[in-house]
């Protein structure tokens, strides 16, 4: 049965879908080393202290995500290497753009904060639930587990935005004018 493993795991990290999978994990790796740089910036850019707080403890599990990736990297016998994740760097870069259009101080920018920052939480709930996805099929359990972990993460940090904005910011931002 040992040999059996053994020889399915040797054809897995052989295969075109290991090679997918461990491109897609550097790609999610740049993506949250990135967002480790861009994060401090969105809070300081929020109005609100429920959103500045949100955007910092969230700063905080995207840290903790970045050294999870190593782990996942290590669980599958690879080095944990970022690729430039064009999609993230898209996402970060009309994130600044909602912040230099909208005026300082406005619950208008957090709404347009909060709209940038749910649009990086969508992508990384795809990445992570895709990656999970395919750590089960090569058989990487403990991969499975580190990613699922994080997709749950991300998931939370969707919700609290959601919450964040629904809880007044949202409706404080009709009244402003231009």
């Known amino acids: 049965m040992e040999t059996k493993l053994k020889k399915t795991t040797a054809g897995v990290q052989d295969s075109a879908l290991n090679e997918l999978f461990i491109d897609e994990l550097k790609d999610i790796y740049w993506a949250e080393k990135h967002l480790t740089k861009a994060l401090p910036k969105m809070a300081k850019a929020a109005t609100s202290n429920e959103l500045r707080t949100a955007i910092e403890n969230h700063l905080s599990e995207t840290e903790n995500h970045v050294t999870r990736l190593e782990n996942v990297f290590e669980s599958i016998g690879e080095k944990a290497v970022a690729k430039k994740c064009e999609a993230m760097a898209g996402l970060v870069k009309e994130g600044e753009e909602i912040v230099q259009e909208t005026e300082k101080g406005t619950f208008t920018r957090d709404a347009g904060i909060i709209s940038a920052a749910q649009k990086v939480e969508h992508y990384e709930i795809a990445s992570y639930g895709t990656l999970k996805t395919l750590a089960g099929v090569l058989g990487y359990n403990d991969a499975v587990d580190l990613l699922e972990a994080t997709l749950q993460e991300e ?8 919450k964040v904005a ?7 931002s009709v009244s402003e004018r231009k």
């Open 166 to 172: 629904q809880g007044g910011i949202n409706a404080s």
């Open 155 to 162: 998931k939370n940090a969707d919700n609290l935005l959601t």
